[in-house]
């Protein structure tokens, strides 16, 4: 779910754990600015073949690779947990 939080930035709510969230996450935040994923491997120094391992939920990208593009495009993982309904 992509949202607005109280601060006015953008957020994503992912469910079944974070980890499988993060790739999710870059792939939204990717499109919302309208990159190509040869513009983000240029960005982060890497192959756009790296890039759309990056993006795949399926390829097991370590977190701080992830963070690491994320940060590239102005965004943060934010890790918090709530009661449930």
Do not use: W
């Not at 930035?9 to 919302?32: D, F, N």
Request: hydrophobic fraction near 40%.
């Amino acid at each position: 779910m992509l949202g607005l939080s109280p601060g006015g930035g953008s957020h994503i709510r992912v469910g079944a754990g974070a980890r499988c969230g993060q790739p999710r996450t870059l792939y939204l935040a990717v499109r919302e600015q309208g990159l190509r994923d040869v513009e983000l491997a240029k960005r982060l120094g890497v192959s756009e073949t790296v890039v759309r391992r990056m993006l795949d939920p399926k390829h097991d990208t370590k977190p701080a690779k992830l963070q690491a593009a994320l940060n590239a495009l102005g965004k943060r993982i934010v890790v918090g947990f709530e009661d449930a309904a």
